[in-house]
């Protein structure tokens, strides 16, 4: 059993301070208040990272010179399988290990691994079928970050039906195979924590066929579905010339939408899908830094909220790593494109509490994970700030997530506890000296690939 003190908390009542935090097995036992004591400056519920797909990690600032013509996210795309044939076993672990890492430093308690590298170069099956998620549950095991692991179905190139091409044959696999993949990453998973998660995650409207997204629904039928969804016009301009609807207007009519799915990106919708996914209870799964990088375009979150949609982050190709800076940028984006301020903010709440709170409470749902707020019977999953420094020293309630989010960085994070484990201590995960080494080396290998 363990105890932590802090001198101010964020609750679901709000903030209290002098708070005692009592943990046993991973789970807050209780929550007191007015108990004063020896610990962390603010404690704050350590959100999910609800989308990344680690093996991208590797690619940061090496896709950045402008190729002939224009470049798009289908220029990105053709550069990333390219260098995802270059990439072992090993190189995966190494990578998921880093990425990992980082995300424990900045400030996330667990991670939701959109994973659809299942192959070897060329698409042959390894011995074991999910030998890549193995090394993605060695990573979280090294590093103590709780870990949904969402295997994905990656079964056509486009909604033609036509073949995977070259580069989409390591992640490719009829609904039968998958099902047997899925059920070897469970084995894999066996040895992790009782915090870890199994869900499964259709990779797009565009690469499983209705049949096998239904297959994939059911294969879980309790566990967390994702999907990424209308992240491209061309994208969407392909499903409604297929289906004769757009991809979130096709998902809402024909499944069952609720807190259980995550729809990744959504950046381009109608105002009827807006408001109609949101009062679904799917969870919009965005990750602003890489919406940005890819030119995806802007989720329309003042709709969305004002419908009651919920919604976290993540982190998707890795290109940077940085809770603050994916809350702050989803706020930014919406003033840019409604040339107004603090426009997530609510009566009573400032603009970077709603976003923390939301994304805290949108992650753990999407994550499958009992988590997302300082309460008795939750996961013990919580971030400490250092109060220290000059701007949030004088800081007081919102105003701390207000400093942390639009005025700070990662540097303020102290401490980050998954699922009880006190995986980062004094802003430095505890393993990172060796998992820094294994990635510098894989890394001095794959920098000139592209």
């Given amino acids: 059993m363990t105890v932590i003190h802090a001198k101010t908390a964020l609750l679901p009542t709000g903030w209290a301070n002098d708070v005692a935090v009592t943990v046993a097995d991973g789970r807050i036992i209780s929550v007191q208040t007015g108990v004063?004591?020896?610990?962390?400056?603010?404690?704050?519920?350590?959100?999910?990272?609800?989308?990344?797909?680690?093996?991208?990690?590797?690619?940061?600032?090496?896709?950045?010179?402008?190729?002939?013509?224009?470049?798009?996210?289908?220029?990105?795309?053709?550069?990333?399988?390219r260098f995802l044939d270059r990439l072992s076993p090993d190189d995966v672990q190494a990578i998921a290990a880093m990425v990992m890492l980082e995300m424990a430093e900045a400030g996330y308690a667990a991670v939701a691994e959109f994973h659809y590298l299942h192959h070897a170069p060329g698409g042959a099956a390894y011995a074991d079928l999910a030998e890549m998620s193995a090394r993605i549950a060695a990573a979280a095991a090294e590093t103590g970050l709780g870990l949904t692991h969402l295997p994905v179905l990656y079964e056509r190139g486009g909604c033609d039906g036509r073949a995977l091409t070259a580069g989409q044959l390591r992640f490719g696999n009829d609904p039968e195979r998958f099902a047997q993949l899925w059920q070897a990453a469970a084995k894999a998973l066996a040895t992790l924590p009782a915090d870890t998660v199994l869900g499964v995650a259709p990779h797009s409207l565009r690469a499983a066929s209705p049949a096998a997204l239904r297959m994939a629904e059911a294969l879980a039928p309790n566990a967390p579905i994702h999907i990424h969804v209308a992240e491209q016009v061309a994208e969407v301009t392909e499903v409604l010339g297929a289906t004769g609807a757009r991809p979130v207007q096709w998902l809402l009519e024909n499944h069952n939408l609720s807190s259980r799915w995550c729809l990744i990106h959504a950046t381009q919708m109608e105002p009827f899908e807006t408001e109609a996914m949101a009062k679904s209870g799917a969870i919009a799964g965005l990750c602003p830094i890489t919406e940005a990088n890819l030119g995806d375009g802007i989720f329309d979150g003042v709709r969305f909220r004002a419908h009651g949609g919920a919604f976290g982050v993540g982190s998707d190709s890795n290109v940077r790593i940085s809770l603050s800076e994916e809350l702050r940028l989803l706020e930014y984006s919406q003033r840019l494109g409604l040339k107004g301020r603090a426009l997530l903010a609510e009566e009573g709440r400032s603009?970077?509490?709603?976003?923390?709170?939301?994304?805290?409470?949108?992650?753990?749902?999407?994550?499958?994970?009992?988590?997302?707020?300082?309460?008795?019977?939750?996961?013990a999953d919580l971030m400490a700030l250092d109060c220290s420094g000059p701007d949030l020293q004088p800081s007081r309630g919102d105003m701390i997530l207000d400093t942390f989010i639009f005025a700070g960085d990662d540097r303020m994070v102290a401490d980050v506890w998954s699922a009880g484990r006190h995986i980062v201590s004094g802003g430095r995960h505890t393993a990172r000296d060796g998992i820094v080494a294994r990635y510098r080396s894989v890394m001095a290998r794959l920098r000139d690939v592209l």
């Fill in 351 to 379: 603009t970077g509490r709603v976003l923390y709170e939301a994304a805290c409470v949108g992650g753990a749902l999407a994550g499958g994970r009992q988590a997302g707020a300082i309460a008795a019977g939750n996961w």
């Fill in 36 to 81: 004063a004591g020896n610990g962390v400056d603010c404690l704050l519920p350590a959100p999910v990272n609800l989308h990344s797909h680690a093996f991208q990690r590797a690619m940061a600032g090496m896709t950045e010179a402008r190729g002939a013509g224009q470049d798009s996210f289908w220029t990105w795309r053709t550069l990333m399988y």
